[in-house]
């Protein structure tokens, strides 16, 4: 242990998920504390828009919903489009905007760092949770969520460990996933000897070593929380419905749940699982990625005989390769529906239903997906963040600041003052600070 740099105990605890609430980013806050009912989901979608076939047409109360985003009609009044923020700085075309849509170039992502900031005060068994549908399945351009400058956080693309690890008991196991069980005991034991490991190690470093080594390894108290539990009142691990999904032993590659037959019903099981983490009190922060840039996957329910990321080079807008793009992003603004709805009958425990108290920003990491750009990105907000949020608004940045679109990450600063975190910046500052106007109220 002694010799471990680090570099790799980083890494190493990084790929275990125990630093997520410790590691900073951005512009350091006190966490306000209120308001105290707000909870914040972010959910991504592969390579950027068709900007005239996706962004909204007409005034802020009335407007006329694009090809790629009529399928939200029904959630409409539960919405907020925004048109004409950029993505500045940071690298370019996929790699370069999956890094930044949550971090604006800080070096910790927006729902990592809002984790950390809020369960200081709430001390939840997970201060963020991050979730996918096949984003880890050959991904070479990365995660949207980090802990720190370059160390990326993978999401769980299976649901059946995600809600084992979430909860403490795989689902249909029955009871609250609070017994101590065997295995509960055998993670503690892991941890007794880590910690016993890390202490003689710290005994052989300086006083600058030992303060780094404290941060990242103050850690294992949220790991320590997740491992005993606290029951939460309706909150069981057998009501949870698999509808009958299973991963089969033998499938090696993909995995089951990395196979596009599946695809819809992982990631429609990953948004229930969500629900139920925060209507459960596991978390105020989920994040999940649908699939990952430069994306393979072929939909063939959605009508499109094309891969997401074939169909995003769209060439002509009036192509037949643009036709199955549009069709994919519908599929896309389905599903995101069935979140919608979903949030919109989970009751809240801090009063009303989830949808109520939620703010949801779906993104992704291009604008143009022809152009590989960054501008006028394809964002909208969802929810009613605990008064903070009104829906059926179209809101419109374009130009506003000396001519140039305004930055997303004024946007990122609008959600963080949402969540009782009161910063004045996140990451790029070069087209001003603050948060975005006209936002919130």
């Known amino acids: 242990m002694s010799n471990i740099s680090r570099r790799q105990l980083l890494a190493g605890a990084a790929a275990a998920g125990l630093l997520l609430p410790f590691l900073r980013g951005g512009r350091r806050a006190r966490a306000a504390g209120s308001p105290q009912k707000t909870k914040a989901i972010f959910v991504y979608v592969p390579d950027g828009c068709i900007p005239a076939k996706w962004h909204p047409i007409g005034s802020e109360t009335s407007f006329t919903l694009g090809p790629m985003t009529e399928p939200l009609a029904p959630v409409k009044d539960h919405l907020l489009f925004l048109k004409g923020l950029d993505m500045y700085a940071g690298g370019a075309t996929h790699e370069g905007g999956v890094r930044k849509v949550l971090t604006a170039t800080a070096p910790q992502s927006l729902d990592v760092y809002l984790g950390e900031k809020l369960n200081a005060v709430d001390q939840l068994p997970h201060a963020s949770i991050q979730l996918g549908a096949a984003s880890n399945f050959q991904n070479g351009s990365g995660s949207m969520s980090f802990i720190g400058a370059g160390v990326e956080v993978k999401p769980d693309d299976d649901p059946v460990n995600a809600f084992t690890r979430i909860f403490g008991a795989a689902p249909g196991a029955g009871g609250t996933g609070t017994e101590d069980t065997p295995e509960k005991k055998r993670r503690r034991s892991i941890l007794d000897l880590a910690s016993a490991d890390i202490t003689r190690a710290r005994a052989k470093l300086g006083a600058v070593e030992k303060e780094k080594l404290d941060i990242h390894t103050a850690s294992f108290d949220e790991v320590q929380r997740r491992v005993s539990g606290q029951p939460i009142a309706g909150c069981t691990s057998q009501s949870f419905d698999l509808r009958g999904y299973a991963n089969i032993t033998t499938d090696y590659y993909p995995k089951t749940y990395e196979k596009e037959d599946k695809f819809q019903q992982v990631g429609e099981l990953q948004m229930d699982i969500a629900a139920l983490a925060l209507s459960c009190k596991m978390t105020r922060i989920v994040s999940l990625m649908w699939s990952h840039p430069v994306s393979p996957t072929h939909i063939p329910t959605s009508g499109a005989g094309l891969g997401n990321h074939d169909a995003s080079h769209y060439g002509d807008p009036n192509s037949g390769t643009a036709t199955d793009f549009v069709s994919l992003k519908r599929w896309f603004m389905e599903r995101f529906v069935y979140l919608i709805q979903k949030l919109a009958a989970t009751p809240d425990p801090d009063g009303g239903m989830l949808i109520d108290n ?8 291009l604008g143009d997906s022809n152009l590989h750009d960054h501008h006028n990105m394809p964002f909208l907000l969802a929810g009613g ?25 004024k946007l990122l600063v609008s959600i963080a003052n949402m969540m009782g975190v009161p910063i004045t910046e996140y990451g790029y500052t070069g087209h001003g600070t603050g948060p975005l106007p006209g936002l919130i109220g």
């Open 358 to 365: 939620a703010v949801v920003f779906l993104c992704s990491e």
């Open 385 to 409: 963040a605990a008064g903070q949020l009104r829906g059926g608004r179209l809101l419109d940045y374009t130009g506003q600041v000396n001519g140039d679109n305004q930055p997303h990450a």
